[in-house]
């Protein structure tokens, strides 16, 4: 905790933000301009342990517009590599805006996170309201020709969710798999948010009605979804870690309602996206925005073992 | 008569009822724990009427027949792999989706939705979405920019346009389609789309109350 606290020093000096397992602090929205810049690999300010035999991963949402913006938030995850040895990137949907034309793929995808591909970092994606199914084939993308499919990295199993159509085969698919999972951590990521701030579209609370109750059931650790384009924490809900990580191309400045109950921390000043990284029974986070700079960061225990150990 | 006051019940207990009721459903394909869990606070899902279940098993049937045919004319194409590149997915794409046309050429509004299911669609959608939870499907479907699609019979979905989010609760209630198929709004309005090509298979007008 102390050793976090000095490594944050970003966050610390800007929101007194320490990384705690605890929630019990405010709201707090920031603005990119309260934000100091990062100018280059050397300055790079990681909170993260970077443990040796760690699963430590990229989430960024709503990428796929081809712009300047999403092309500048790349090169910083790319400095940030060099620090933090991600191997590989979750994809929270609206993986390509408009049209899905070959040529699209490579604007707004390859060329993009060109050297990031070049590293090997996988990317894993899921698909948002933006994207054509057959998404699902396209090899960069290792959806294995699945609309949703599960991913072992290490203790973590990772459930790619396909929140366009969450139909009764879905359903059943995730709750099989859930129920016969024994993985330390199991993290679910799809496209709309269970639960979210935002003005423009907020939470998906249909998608909560059918999901959570199977999250509850089989322990579902964390929850990152896009769709809304901005960072936010949520309070957790259930004891279940909720993100929402979808500024990854695109930015809706100012649309996180202030004052939401559900926001433990948001930003939405500028594009973002989170590193993480799963060390033993801890889930450390960091948030990132385009300037480099950091917006939040923490650590947050494991809540199954959390109560093992204080049923014991 | 006991359907009647059984329904009458359930809805009468606005969401919190519907919530349990929506989790016993889930329950019918969840773990088994999971349904003993709900089968002991619930009623049953209200059953369809003889004339209703017939409406819907002549649909499956019409879906079925449909999904035999764009399955054998994909099964010719070369298959897609999982590691497919953007050009060989266009081609899949395209060669699918003009074969299908092709052979579904003269497709009319209304043979796969027809008066029968269509009413039921609705109905379903009227029963089982009341008051606030109206209210907040239709904030929901119609927040999605679909704008300028054009509902055609046998023409595709355009693909720059978003996809609207369906309520899983609502899935859960609909006929349930094959994998190659999906139900979407479109404005009040919804098609059955072909989730490989973009197809509109067919729709029907003011799904949505």
Redesign the interface.
Known sequence: MKRLMLTSLVAVLVFGFGGSVDYARGQNITAASSIAPASDAATVNLSLPVKEGSVRFLVVGDTGTGTVQQQELADVMTRHRAAFPFEFVLLLGDNLY?????Q???TKFEDVYKSLLEDDVKFYATLG???????R???LFN???NEYYRLQKGSVAFYCLN???????Q??WL??EL?KDTSEWKIAFFH?PPYSSGGK?GS????R???E??FL?YGVNAVFAGHEHFYERIKPQNGIYYFISGAGGKLRPGDVKKGSPLTEKAFDGDMSFMLLEVAGDELHFQVISRAGATVDAGVLANQRKKSLSAAN | MTKKINKRTVFAFGRGAR?WL??AM?SL???PA?AQQAETVVAPPPTLSTKEQRAVDAFLERVRAYVALREGIENKLPK???????????A??TALEVKVRTARLGARRGEMFTPDVARHIRSTIKKEYRGRERV??RE?VL??DTKGVALRVNYTYP??K???????????KLP??P?QL?YRFVGRNMALVD??N?LIIDYMLDALP
């Open positions: 408009g049209s899905e034309k070959p699209d793929f490579k309201n933006h994207d054509q199914s057959n998404q084939f396209y090899g959806m294995g020709g929140s366009n159509y969450m139909d009764k085969r359903v059943k709750n099989d129920a709309h579209h998906s609370s249909d998608l009605e059918i999901v109750p199977i059931k | 919530r929506v989790i889930l394909v969840a773990a999971f897609l792999s999982t590691q497919s590149t953007p050009e060989q997915i266009e899949h794409e907040e499907l929901s927040e999605a693909e720059d978003e996809l609207v989010e369906m309520p899983p609760t609502l899935l859960l349930q389609l994998k999906r989730r490989e973009e």
